[in-house]
């Protein structure tokens, strides 16, 4: 027993003193480097080098993906921003975007339609009134995660009250309570002479409730055509703008996650973002890598069932998130980062479910060959005969840079069917797309620019019949002869 005990104590002390006789630890191989651990992976403790390495890459890849969670919100922000910063308005004034230039911000805008839109902070305004008036106007209410709040079709009076706010009771008014503290207020004129639109606009009366007995003119400016941005920037004031937005807005419950996954990159809510350089680093790279995934998961995603045009088709359905951004069981993450990386606003008349109403949009990001459409290029389009617009149909050209109307010298980016265009003998229509006009065409021509991709929308206005049953289908863009 003596020697026993003996043994065994010079066992013991061995293994104190000794650590070569510890088990030898093991490196494995991965897609983002060498991992180490002090014995085999499933006995080891990873190596501090290792701890740096997943931390660090545990942060990259949450900064990817709250960039895609990131999209709708941030270009809201950064539009807001143009609109109080670039153009000096304040809280519930209205800028009206007459002409091609002053859309050039605007994601995927209509080339022939005017905008007048307003920015409100209720949480410096208090309850807010909005009147839409007796005149040929149409307007929408929506948060700044791009959910409308209310349609404001008919005429009177709204009102609206910050989150968590108690609802004011106004005689004759419809209350809604807003979903975030800045409202984003859309303006549709329905009228076709632009006497008409401009009267129509001076009568929308945007005020606080506090000032309902006495409410001073609504301001509306015209966009004098300056430069300004409407799309997400690049690089880290992406996730600056996050950052100023996500400090300003209630957090939602189905968005506790992601906060949690800033806060290691510095982005915490009641805290100012001041990243040190290891954060910085990190997020301006993610950056990168989120867009770069934005643009496959927008462009080219076959994961996206409801992007589904026909069989075979280049064309996809461009709207793939529902209004209100939710599926039965999840979220429209990937949806709407598609959606809103290339646009703004969704609603219900986007996404024509009933022959003779609405609107569909088609998108093409490459032609018939499978090929990216590049602005070197030229390509044409036929559009068939009878084309199911029971209104009419148009197809406009966008930069892929900013996913705004096409930047040319012509200010050209868009063809419809209410223009006077060049017809066949069996009725159908050649539209070209080029950097030079084919000879002859040039009423039936978009220019794009060399060196610049871009995409195109088809629009059907009030569709009919034959495209719900796809007894019409709109043919791929075709790479012209040469």
Same mark, same amino acid.
């Given at each position: 027993m003596k020697t026993y005990l003996i043994l065994t104590a010079v066992i013991a002390a061995s293994l104190v003193l000794s650590p070569t006789l510890h088990a030898q630890g093991e490196t494995i191989d991965t897609r983002i480097g060498k991992l180490s651990f002090t014995h085999d992976f499933a006995n080891g403790y990873p190596s501090k080098e290792t701890v740096k390495l997943l931390f660090d890459e545990m942060d990259f890849q949450r900064a990817c993906q @709250?960039?895609?969670?990131?999209?709708?919100? @941030?270009? &809201?922000?950064?539009?807001?921003?143009?609109?109080?910063e670039t153009f000096g308005l304040k809280s519930g004034e209205i800028l009206y975007y !007459?002409?091609?230039?002053?859309?050039?911000?605007?994601? %995927?805008?209509?080339? =022939?339609?005017p905008?007048?839109?307003?920015? #409100? *902070?209720?949480? +410096? %305004?208090? !309850? #807010?009134?909005?009147? #839409?008036?007796?005149?040929?106007? *149409?307007g929408a209410m929506h948060n700044m995660w791009q959910v409308a709040i209310a349609p404001m079709i008919e005429p009177?009076?709204? @009102?609206?009250?910050? !989150?968590?706010?108690?609802?004011?009771?106004?005689?004759?008014?419809?209350? &809604?309570?807003?979903?975030?503290n800045s409202v984003f207020f859309g303006i549709r004129l329905m009228a076709t002479d632009e006497k008409t639109r401009k009267e129509a606009l001076s009568q929308i009366e945007i005020y606080?409730?506090?000032?309902? +007995?006495?409410?001073?003119? =609504? *301001?509306?400016?015209?966009? +004098?055509? /300056?430069?300004?941005?409407?799309?997400?920037? /690049?690089g880290l004031a992406y996730f600056e703008r996050l950052a100023d937005i996500l400090g300003r807005e209630p957090v939602e419950e189905r968005d506790r996650f992601f906060h949690a996954m800033l806060k290691p990159l510095g982005i915490e809510k009641g805290k100012p973002f001041e990243p040190n350089e290891r954060q910085k680093?990190?997020?301006?790279?993610?950056?990168?890598?989120?867009?770069?995934?934005a643009k496959a998961n927008d462009f080219y995603n076959p994961r996206l069932e409801q992007s589904h045009y026909h069989e075979?088709?280049?064309?996809?359905?461009?709207?793939?998130? !529902?209004?209100?951004? /939710?599926?039965?069981?999840?979220?429209?993450?990937?949806g709407r980062a598609a959606w809103f990386y290339e646009a703004v606003t969704n609603d219900p008349a986007m996404q024509s479910k009933t022959p003779g109403k609405d609107q569909i949009y088609l998108a093409a990001y490459f032609d018939a060959e499978k090929d990216w459409l590049d602005g070197a290029d030229s390509y044409v389009l036929r559009v068939p005969a009878k084309a199911p617009a029971a209104a009419f149909w148009s197809v406009t050209v966008y930069d892929?840079? %900013? /996913?705004?109307?096409?930047?040319?010298?012509?200010?050209?980016?868009?063809?419809?069917s209410r223009m006077d265009l060049l017809e066949n003998e069996d009725g159908s229509v050649d539209i070209y797309f080029g950097p030079t006009a084919p000879e002859g065409k040039e009423q039936n021509w978009v220019p794009t620019v060399p060196d610049r991709a871009w995409f195109t929308y088809f629009r059907f206005y009030s569709p009919t019949e034959a495209y719900f049953d796809r007894s019409w289908v709109l043919p791929d863009i075709e790479k012209a002869s040469r």
């Amino acid at each position: 027993m003596k020697t026993y005990l003996i043994l065994t104590a010079v066992i013991a002390a061995s293994l104190v003193l000794s650590p070569t006789l510890h088990a030898q630890g093991e490196t494995i191989d991965t897609r983002i480097g060498k991992l180490s651990f002090t014995h085999d992976f499933a006995n080891g403790y990873p190596s501090k080098e290792t701890v740096k390495l997943l931390f660090d890459e545990m942060d990259f890849q949450r900064a990817c993906q @709250v960039y895609i969670w990131g999209i709708p919100i @941030v270009a &809201f922000a950064e539009w807001q921003h143009a609109h109080e910063e670039t153009f000096g308005l304040k809280s519930g004034e209205i800028l009206y975007y !007459p002409t091609y230039g002053s859309k050039l911000g605007l994601l %995927t805008a209509n080339a =022939t339609t005017p905008y007048a839109l307003s920015f #409100i *902070r209720l949480e +410096d %305004t208090g !309850p #807010i009134v909005v009147h #839409i008036p007796e005149a040929e106007v *149409r307007g929408a209410m929506h948060n700044m995660w791009q959910v409308a709040i209310a349609p404001m079709i008919e005429p009177g009076k709204y @009102v609206f009250h910050a !989150p968590g706010t108690e609802a004011p009771k106004v005689e004759g008014a419809k209350v &809604f309570e807003a979903t975030t503290n800045s409202v984003f207020f859309g303006i549709r004129l329905m009228a076709t002479d632009e006497k008409t639109r401009k009267e129509a606009l001076s009568q929308i009366e945007i005020y606080p409730l506090s000032k309902m +007995d006495n409410p001073e003119d =609504t *301001r509306v400016v015209v966009n +004098d055509e /300056r430069k300004w941005q409407g799309w997400q920037p /690049r690089g880290l004031a992406y996730f600056e703008r996050l950052a100023d937005i996500l400090g300003r807005e209630p957090v939602e419950e189905r968005d506790r996650f992601f906060h949690a996954m800033l806060k290691p990159l510095g982005i915490e809510k009641g805290k100012p973002f001041e990243p040190n350089e290891r954060q910085k680093e990190i997020l301006t790279e993610a950056a990168l890598v989120g867009e770069a995934m934005a643009k496959a998961n927008d462009f080219y995603n076959p994961r996206l069932e409801q992007s589904h045009y026909h069989e075979g088709s280049a064309w996809e359905i461009a709207t793939v998130s !529902p209004p209100d951004q /939710r599926w039965e069981n999840h979220d429209a993450l990937d949806g709407r980062a598609a959606w809103f990386y290339e646009a703004v606003t969704n609603d219900p008349a986007m996404q024509s479910k009933t022959p003779g109403k609405d609107q569909i949009y088609l998108a093409a990001y490459f032609d018939a060959e499978k090929d990216w459409l590049d602005g070197a290029d030229s390509y044409v389009l036929r559009v068939p005969a009878k084309a199911p617009a029971a209104a009419f149909w148009s197809v406009t050209v966008y930069d892929v840079s %900013t /996913r705004c109307l096409i930047d040319n010298e012509q200010q050209i980016a868009d063809r419809s069917s209410r223009m006077d265009l060049l017809e066949n003998e069996d009725g159908s229509v050649d539209i070209y797309f080029g950097p030079t006009a084919p000879e002859g065409k040039e009423q039936n021509w978009v220019p794009t620019v060399p060196d610049r991709a871009w995409f195109t929308y088809f629009r059907f206005y009030s569709p009919t019949e034959a495209y719900f049953d796809r007894s019409w289908v709109l043919p791929d863009i075709e790479k012209a002869s040469r």
